[in-house]
Nanobody, 127 residues
Framework: QVQLVESGGGLVQPGGSLRLSCVAS????????MAWFRQAAGNEREGVAA???????SYAASVKGRFTISRDDAKNTLYLEMNSLKPEDTAMYYC?????????????????????WGQGTQVTVSS
């Protein structure tokens, strides 16, 4: 059974930085597609960043150049480094995982491409 546990969220001022972590267990982590999604109050869940087993990355246009996704397979951990945070980045951030397949490969930021999800960690950007 796949388990994903996020951490690292919190309250930060505009322009600040945070690093989110997601520890994965229960499967062969290094071969999976991994991604970060977020959901703001009243909005649909949206893809933020994704990374494949070959380290290929994808980013939403709204975070490109500010956020960096990475993975440490030795620690079974996924990271999201968030810089130059804006109030509009405020949301619950979720980690997601999916075995190798056409859907996550071709649509890495699509919610429906992932079947395993963490519980989320709240990020609030406010002065």
């Amino acid at each position: 059974q796949v388990q994903l546990v996020e951490s690292g969220g919190g309250l930060v001022q505009p322009g600040g930085s945070l690093r989110l972590s997601c520890v994965a267990s229960g499967y062969i982590y290094s071969t999976y597609y991994m991604a970060w999604f977020r959901q703001a109050a009243g909005n649909e869940r949206e893809g933020v960043a994704a990374i494949g087993s070959n380290e290929r990355t994808s980013y939403a246009a709204s975070v490109k150049g500010r956020f960096t996704i990475s993975r440490d397979d030795a620690k079974n951990t996924l990271y999201l480094e968030m810089n130059s945070l804006k109030p509009e980045d405020t949301a619950m951030y979720y980690c997601a995982a999916e075995p190798p397949g056409e859907l996550p490969r071709d649509f890495p930021l699509m919610v429906a491409a992932y079947n395993s999800w963490g519980q989320g960690t709240q990020v609030t950007v406010s002065s």
